[in-house]
Structure formats: structure tokens, C-alpha cells
């Protein structure tokens, strides 16, 4: 039986750093033409560049719009937005050019989703300096895609395999993430992380809540959050048929998800789904000595269209070195294709 | 050559209704233990035969302990700190007669460890809510030891092969943690911990990590002041000092990079940035010690565990790991050496 093969617009991020080099890396591999039709959105003339500089036996066709694309393997489709002045291109800089042109490769991934012309996006790195030099006052990606869908309640969902965590609040201060720790919010995150997990066919998803407060409060021993706010919520979600469970200890949850025990961690706050999923995620090769990764990736969940990210930055210091691990872009392109309903597993 | 005395360690069991005697009875079943320190439990001998029945252990023998101070070196020795009246052992239940016992057993052998009747504690979990009390209102062992060794300041400091952290606010509320953290607080931590590497782990020039508070470490005052205010200023201080303290660093990058590899230690602003990648990174051999104390205390990192306490599905590797850990910081402090 012929799987379907959702298109994929993959925002190759800002040209400066890795995004494009990970994009034409995770193209070269045969299995990735069986779950999908990449198109890639960027200038050609960097993913030829970038392809000559990693050796890679492929060739680009410039198209114009979706239905152009050949989507075979050996071919990598690039939706051309010609942005790139090559003469004053340079690898690892902060540029006004760049960043326009990663912004504008965002906002082309997004139309064409809106306007259901592709199935699924996936963005490369963005520099946020680069974006902001250009004139989009955005603190990131999940911005930029709330405010060109319309969005008002989404959420940050990280991913590696089966390690997942959704979060109630990302980009603020700790003492304001406390304040977003409400019923509603975290009922929300909950039952957005329950749709989402549904969609890649996780039948009845576990989901593990965590507390706000150190050993989730000791029974408001340090902290009330949990009877007034969280726990009420998981009461909630109960009622409307979610397996949710919790408030647990932060410290001692993550271990029980890596062992299998739950789908997801509803997390309160940043920095505590951040720093297990990536402290997974980066993984130490013995052999070689060094340190390998990232591999997760980051989903939106909430927005009207399907958006998968990869969980690292631009890295500045090795761009156009041919040298960047593919990994997260890999599992990106892998989770976009799931969420869009190609059967992949 | 004289034989070289083995240090007392003393072990708190804990509240017996919780996982301590089953994680202090399983730990000490490897008798290779006491090749290199004489353990003195604090409880009840009662509560060991319990237990050591439930779980079907018999390579576990031990001697009461008749007169005070007076143990067997070559076996475990076994202080009856409660009576036969102390409640009714019913594992997985917390019970106000635990929660007491557990108090008598700490404070008789936190005062044997300053009487200098054993060397070091090592505390199994005790139940925050049973055991607190007019005698007992504190939040957990660390503060209680404290007050009780009039220490001016101490660390509750995570420790494993891997990666050691200390934690700037304990058990607290999440909302009360910006207020807590002032320069003074912090500058009292970083010296508690830096001199605890050089006297406890002999690291002659400890190099510290310091984290922010905010995600990405308030990345440049978009996401929080703290950092800008309070910690960045402290750190360059130190470092006109000539120390080797680094950051702030943002806590998740930090530890997804393995950069905590290369510090001696790290100082995390609050419980679950420290513990949460300590657990993950530490698994089953991490220790927690209270550096600063004129005195050396060091306890497994888990509490209780009720849903699974009688059920012989503990884990004794931390535990055991606190005991060797106990010994090895004892034997440190004592060692004639040159810097310190």
C-alpha cells in the first residue's frame, strides 16, 4: 500500500550558521524520501554552496512554488526566495541580510502552510540578534508563528524519542512563571500535549504533571501552588477522559518518563523541562571523547498548523565548516512527517 | 604497625515505617563494608529484626550496643534509642509515633557525633511532617544539624563521581525564591562550598560554576534582572580575588553541554535546577553531604519512598554510597596535609 507523503517546508534558517548545512545533510538520506516530500525554502545558491562544501552527491532544483518539486531522492527541492547577496555572504556573521532572510523564509513556511499548499513545517536555526537587527521584534520562532497564525494559546513542547516535555510558560522570568501557573493554563498545556501525542498514534497518553515547588510542595509544606492551582487542573482533565496524573516531585520524574512510565511531563517552568530533555538529548561519544547532539527536537503544539523545530541554535562557530551533526533536523523532519500522517513510526 | 582505627559511622534509621532500615539493612549485608568503617545504627534493634524478616536477609548480624560508646569493631553495632513502646511498625504508613522515634534516634546520635563518640552521620529519609514538633520545627536534617553544630552557614551539596552542586535556597517555596537570593546569601554558599572542595574532597584550587536564575540565564536582562543585579556583579568581585568562580551560566545549556565536567563544583539558585540534573546525571550513587558543619553528615538522596516501603523494591546503592562517602570526607578532614 502507498504511504502518503505529507509536504514538508523546511525554513533552512539563517544561511549564516548550520540550518542549511543540517537541512542538505538530513536530504541525503534515502528514508527520509519515504515519509516525505522535503521542500526546502532558501536561497539555492546556499544549499549548492553548502552542498559542494560537505561533498554531498545531490542536486538542487529550483522551483517557485510546491507543486514544482520532483521530491526524489538524490534531488533536493528548494523553493528559491533569492535573499543572498553572495559577495558580502560570510558564514558565522551577524547580518541585517541573514536575518531578513531567515525571517523571510519563516513567514514563507507559514503562508504556505495557511494556505495548505504544504502539510507540515520545520524551521532551521534563526539568529535572534540577526532577526531583530532586520526589524522583526521577535523573541523567537514561537513567537513569529503565534502572531502570523493568530495564536493565543500554544505552548513549547521538547522532544528525543520518548523523553517528551510541554510547557505551562517558557521565555520569562522565573518570578513570572510562577504567576502563569493557573487552572486553566495548566489544563490547557494538558490537554494540548494529549491532543498532539494523539496524533502520533499514542492511543491513550500517559501524562505525568509536574509541581511547581521543590518535592511538589510537600502538602503546601513549601508552597501552595499545587492544591490551589495544579492539582485542580489534572482533577479537570480527569473528567474530560485525559490519563493525567500528578502533581510528582520534579526532581524524581524525569527518571520514571526515562524509564518508560509516562508519554509526556507537563512541565511548570522553563528551565525544568530544559534542562533534563537537553541534558538527555546531548549525548557523550566514549570512543571519540567528545559531545554529540543535540537530538531532540521542538514542537509547537496549539498553532493551526503543524510546526517541528530543531532543538539547537545557529551555531556561530561552525557554519560552513561541513562539520554540524544533522541529528536534531533528522528527528524533526521525522516528527513533522508523523504529526502530518504519514504512518512513519 | 598499628592497626589504624576504622571511623564510627553512625546511621540514623530514619522513619521505620519509610525505606531507611530496609536501604540500611541491604547496604550493610555487603560485609566488606566493615573492612573500612564501623557502623553504629541509631533505632531500634526491633525494627532491624522486622525488617531483616520481611526481607529475608541473613547475612545481617548485629550487636547491641549495652554501654554507651562502646562497639564492636568488626561488627554492626546497634543503639536502642527508642523503646518497645514506640508505635506500631507498619511500613508505607506515616505514623506521629515514627515521625517521633525518628527524632529521638537523630538527636541522640547527633549528640554521640559531638561528644565524639562516633566520627560522622549518615541520615536514611525521614517524614517532614511526622517528625515536626515544638522540639523539631525544622524544614529537614540539614537545618536542624545546623542549629544543632552552630554553624553560622552551611550547603546542602549533592554529591557524585560525575558532578557535585550545592544549592543557594533549599526547601522553599518557588514564588520566594528571587527574594532569597541576595549577594550576601550567595557570597556565604561560594565560600562554604569552596572551602569544603579543599577540605573534604582535597582539591587544592576549586574551580565553581555558578548558575543563573532566569531561563538562559535572564539572557542579558530580557528575562529577569537577578542575574544582571545580583549575580553577574558577585562573580567578577570574586574573580578580582583571584578565585575561580564562573557564570552565570544558563542551567540548561550548561548541563546539556557537559560543561559541569570541568568545574569542581556548581552552585544552583534553587532545589530543582540543582536536583533535577543531579538525579539524572547521578542516578543511583548520588550522596547528599552538609558541607560546612564542624561535623560530617552525609544521607542518601531519596526520602521515604512509602508506596514502597516493605516491599523489597529499594534501592540500597545510595545509601551504601553515603556510607563510604561519610568515611571518605572523615578521612580527608583528618589527614595531616599541607594546604587546606
Same mark, same amino acid.
Given at each position: 500500500?502507498?504511504?502518503?507523503r505529507p509536504?514538508?517546508?523546511?525554513?533552512?534558517?539563517?544561511?549564516?550558521?548550520?540550518?542549511?548545512?543540517?537541512?542538505a545533510?538530513?536530504?541525503?538520506?534515502?528514508?527520509?524520501?519515504?515519509v516525505?516530500?522535503?521542500?526546502?525554502?532558501?536561497d539555492?545558491?546556499?544549499?549548492?554552496?553548502?552542498i559542494g562544501?560537505c561533498?554531498?552527491?545531490?542536486?538542487?532544483?529550483?522551483?517557485?512554488?510546491?507543486?514544482?518539486g520532483?521530491?526524489?531522492?538524490?534531488?533536493?527541492?528548494?523553493?528559491?526566495?533569492?535573499?543572498?547577496d553572495?559577495a558580502?555572504f560570510r558564514f558565522?556573521?551577524?547580518?541585517?541580510?541573514?536575518?531578513?532572510?531567515?525571517?523571510?523564509?519563516?513567514?514563507k513556511?507559514?503562508e504556505?502552510?495557511?494556505?495548505?499548499?504544504?502539510?507540515?513545517t520545520?524551521?532551521?536555526?534563526?539568529?535572534?540578534?540577526?532577526?531583530q537587527k532586520?526589524?522583526?521584534?521577535?523573541?523567537?520562532?514561537?513567537?513569529?508563528y503565534?502572531?502570523?497564525?493568530?495564536?493565543?494559546?500554544?505552548?513549547m513542547?521538547?522532544?528525543?524519542?520518548?523523553?517528551?516535555?510541554a510547557?505551562?510558560?517558557?521565555?520569562?522570568s522565573?518570578?513570572?512563571?510562577?504567576?502563569?501557573?493557573?487552572?486553566?493554563?495548566?489544563?490547557?498545556?494538558i490537554q494540548l500535549?494529549?491532543d498532539?501525542?494523539k496524533?502520533?498514534?499514542?492511543?491513550?497518553?500517559?501524562?505525568?504533571?509536574?509541581?511547581l515547588?521543590p518535592?511538589a510542595?510537600e502538602?503546601g509544606?513549601?508552597?501552595?501552588?499545587?492544591?490551589?492551582?495544579?492539582?485542580?487542573?489534572?482533577?479537570?482533565?480527569?473528567?474530560?477522559?485525559?490519563?493525567?496524573?500528578?502533581?510528582?516531585?520534579?526532581d524524581?520524574?524525569?527518571?520514571k518518563?526515562?524509564?518508560?512510565?509516562?508519554?509526556?511531563v507537563?512541565?511548570?517552568?522553563h528551565?525544568?523541562?530544559?534542562?533534563?530533555?537537553k541534558?538527555?538529548?546531548?549525548?557523550?561519544?566514549h570512543?571519540?571523547?567528545?559531545?554529540?547532539?543535540?537530538?531532540?527536537?521542538?514542537?509547537?503544539?496549539?498553532?493551526?498548523?503543524?510546526r517541528?523545530s530543531?532543538?539547537?541554535?545557529?551555531?556561530f562557530?561552525?557554519?560552513?565548516?561541513g562539520?554540524?551533526?544533522?541529528?536534531?533536523?533528522?528527528?524533526?523532519i521525522?516528527?513533522?512527517?508523523?504529526?502530518?500522517?504519514?504512518?512513519?513510526r | 604497625?598499628?592497626?589504624?582505627?576504622?571511623?564510627r559511622?553512625?546511621?540514623?534509621?530514619?522513619?521505620y515505617?519509610?525505606?531507611?532500615?530496609e536501604?540500611?539493612?541491604?547496604?550493610?549485608?555487603d560485609?566488606?563494608?566493615l573492612?573500612?568503617?564501623?557502623?553504629?545504627?541509631?533505632g531500634?534493634?526491633k525494627?532491624?529484626?522486622?525488617?531483616?524478616k520481611?526481607?529475608?536477609?541473613?547475612e545481617?548480624?548485629?550487636s547491641?550496643?549495652?554501654?554507651?560508646?562502646?562497639?564492636?569493631?568488626?561488627?554492626?553495632?546497634v543503639?536502642?534509642?527508642?523503646g518497645?513502646?514506640?508505635?506500631?511498625?507498619?511500613?508505607?504508613?506515616?505514623?506521629?509515633?515514627?515521625?517521633?522515634?525518628?527524632?529521638i534516634?537523630?538527636?541522640?546520635?547527633s549528640?554521640?557525633?559531638?561528644?565524639?563518640i562516633i566520627d560522622?552521620?549518615?541520615?536514611?529519609?525521614?517524614d517532614?511532617?511526622?517528625?515536626?514538633?515544638?522540639?523539631?520545627?525544622?524544614k529537614?536534617?540539614?537545618?536542624?544539624l545546623? +542549629?544543632?553544630?552552630?554553624?553560622?552557614? !552551611?550547603l546542602? @551539596?549533592m554529591?557524585?563521581e560525575?558532578l557535585?552542586? *550545592? $544549592?543557594?535556597?533549599?526547601h522553599?517555596?518557588?514564588?520566594?525564591?528571587?527574594?532569597?537570593?541576595?549577594?550576601?546569601?550567595?557570597?556565604?554558599?561560594?565560600?562554604?562550598m569552596?572551602?569544603?572542595?579543599?577540605?573534604?574532597?582535597?582539591?587544592?584550587?576549586?574551580?565553581i560554576?555558578?548558575?543563573?536564575?532566569?531561563?538562559?540565564?535572564?539572557d542579558?536582562?530580557?528575562?529577569?534582572?537577578?542575574?544582571e543585579?545580583i549575580?553577574?556583579p558577585?562573580?567578577?568581585?570574586?574573580?578580582?580575588?583571584?578565585r575561580?568562580?564562573?557564570g552565570?551560566?544558563?542551567?540548561?545549556?550548561?548541563?546539556?553541554?557537559?560543561?559541569?565536567?570541568k568545574?569542581?563544583?556548581?552552585?544552583?539558585m534553587y532545589?530543582? +535546577?540543582g536536583?533535577?540534573p543531579?538525579? !539524572?546525571?547521578? @542516578?543511583?550513587?548520588?550522596?547528599?553531604f552538609?558541607? *560546612? $558543619?564542624?561535623?560530617?553528615?552525609?544521607?542518601?538522596?531519596?526520602?521515604?519512598?512509602?508506596?514502597?516501603a516493605?516491599?523489597?523494591?529499594?534501592?540500597e546503592?545510595s545509601?551504601?554510597?553515603?556510607?563510604?562517602?561519610a568515611?571518605?570526607?572523615?578521612?580527608?578532614?583528618?589527614?595531616?596535609?599541607?594546604?587546606k
Amino acid at each position: 500500500m502507498e504511504k502518503k507523503r505529507p509536504i514538508l517546508g523546511i525554513s533552512a534558517g539563517d544561511p549564516a550558521g548550520v540550518g542549511p548545512e543540517i537541512t542538505a545533510k538530513a536530504l541525503s538520506l534515502k528514508e527520509i524520501y519515504a515519509v516525505c516530500k522535503p521542500l526546502v525554502v532558501c536561497d539555492a545558491k546556499i544549499i549548492e554552496q553548502i552542498i559542494g562544501i560537505c561533498g554531498l552527491n545531490l542536486s538542487v532544483n529550483a522551483v517557485t512554488k510546491p507543486d514544482e518539486g520532483k521530491y526524489e531522492f538524490g534531488t533536493v527541492d528548494v523553493l528559491d526566495m533569492h535573499n543572498i547577496d553572495e559577495a558580502t555572504f560570510r558564514f558565522n556573521e551577524v547580518s541585517v541580510m541573514t536575518g531578513k532572510a531567515s525571517f523571510e523564509y519563516v513567514a514563507k513556511v507559514i503562508e504556505l502552510a495557511k494556505s495548505k499548499m504544504i502539510d507540515a513545517t520545520i524551521t532551521g536555526p534563526i539568529h535572534k540578534e540577526a532577526i531583530q537587527k532586520a526589524g522583526f521584534h521577535f523573541a523567537g520562532h514561537t513567537e513569529i508563528y503565534a502572531a502570523l497564525t493568530n495564536t493565543k494559546d500554544y505552548t513549547m513542547m521538547l522532544a528525543d524519542g520518548g523523553f517528551r516535555v510541554a510547557h505551562v510558560s517558557t521565555h520569562v522570568s522565573l518570578l513570572d512563571a510562577i504567576k502563569r501557573v493557573k487552572k486553566d493554563r495548566v489544563l490547557k498545556v494538558i490537554q494540548l500535549a494529549n491532543d498532539a501525542l494523539k496524533k502520533i498514534d499514542i492511543k491513550n497518553p500517559r501524562i505525568a504533571v509536574a509541581g511547581l515547588n521543590p518535592h511538589a510542595g510537600e502538602n503546601g509544606l513549601f508552597g501552595k501552588e499545587e492544591i490551589d492551582e495544579i492539582l485542580p487542573a489534572i482533577e479537570e482533565a480527569k473528567k474530560l477522559n485525559i490519563h493525567a496524573e500528578g502533581p510528582f516531585p520534579p526532581d524524581t520524574i524525569f527518571p520514571k518518563m526515562k524509564g518508560g512510565q509516562y508519554d509526556i511531563v507537563i512541565c511548570m517552568y522553563h528551565d525544568q523541562g530544559h534542562i533534563p530533555t537537553k541534558l538527555l538529548g546531548f549525548n557523550y561519544n566514549h570512543e571519540k571523547n567528545t559531545w554529540e547532539g543535540l537530538s531532540g527536537v521542538n514542537i509547537t503544539l496549539g498553532l493551526p498548523i503543524i510546526r517541528v523545530s530543531v532543538d539547537h541554535g545557529v551555531a556561530f562557530d561552525k557554519g560552513g565548516k561541513g562539520e554540524a551533526n544533522p541529528e536534531s533536523m533528522i528527528q524533526a523532519i521525522r516528527y513533522g512527517a508523523r504529526l502530518a500522517g504519514s504512518g512513519d513510526r | 604497625m598499628t592497626q589504624i582505627q576504622k571511623p564510627r559511622i553512625g546511621i540514623t534509621l530514619g522513619d521505620y515505617n519509610g525505606v531507611g532500615p530496609e536501604v540500611v539493612i541491604k547496604a550493610l549485608a555487603d560485609n566488606r563494608l566493615l573492612n573500612l568503617v564501623t557502623p553504629v545504627l541509631y533505632g531500634s534493634g526491633k525494627v532491624i529484626s522486622f525488617y531483616k524478616k520481611l526481607l529475608n536477609v541473613d547475612e545481617f548480624n548485629f550487636s547491641q550496643v549495652r554501654n554507651k560508646g562502646q562497639f564492636a569493631p568488626k561488627s554492626i553495632n546497634v543503639v536502642n534509642s527508642w523503646g518497645d513502646d514506640a508505635g506500631e511498625i507498619i511500613p508505607g504508613k506515616a505514623s506521629k509515633e515514627s515521625g517521633k522515634a525518628s527524632f529521638i534516634a537523630l538527636k541522640q546520635a547527633s549528640e554521640e557525633l559531638k561528644e565524639g563518640i562516633i566520627d560522622a552521620l549518615v541520615t536514611a529519609p525521614i517524614d517532614k511532617h511526622t517528625i515536626h514538633s515544638d522540639e523539631f520545627p525544622f524544614k529537614g536534617h540539614t537545618e536542624f544539624l545546623t +542549629q544543632f553544630f552552630e554553624a553560622s552557614e !552551611s550547603l546542602m @551539596f549533592m554529591i557524585s563521581e560525575k558532578l557535585r552542586v *550545592g $544549592l543557594v535556597t533549599e526547601h522553599i517555596p518557588v514564588k520566594d525564591i528571587a527574594a532569597a537570593i541576595t549577594k550576601e546569601k550567595i557570597e556565604a554558599k561560594l565560600k562554604v562550598m569552596d572551602a569544603s572542595l579543599r577540605k573534604d574532597f582535597g582539591i587544592i584550587k576549586p574551580k565553581i560554576a555558578v548558575l543563573g536564575l532566569n531561563p538562559h540565564a535572564g539572557d542579558n536582562g530580557l528575562l529577569g534582572l537577578e542575574e544582571e543585579q545580583i549575580i553577574r556583579p558577585l562573580i567578577s568581585d570574586q574573580k578580582n580575588k583571584g578565585r575561580l568562580v564562573f557564570g552565570p551560566f544558563p542551567a540548561d545549556g550548561f548541563f546539556a553541554a557537559g560543561t559541569y565536567l570541568k568545574y569542581d563544583g556548581v552552585l544552583a539558585m534553587y532545589h530543582d +535546577q540543582g536536583l533535577v540534573p543531579f538525579k !539524572s546525571v547521578a @542516578f543511583e550513587d548520588g550522596v547528599n553531604f552538609t558541607a *560546612g $558543619l564542624p561535623v560530617v553528615r552525609t544521607s542518601p538522596d531519596h526520602g521515604t519512598g512509602y508506596a514502597i516501603a516493605g516491599k523489597n523494591q529499594a534501592h540500597e546503592g545510595s545509601m551504601r554510597e553515603a556510607i563510604y562517602k561519610a568515611a571518605e570526607i572523615f578521612k580527608h578532614r583528618n589527614e595531616p596535609s599541607k594546604e587546606k
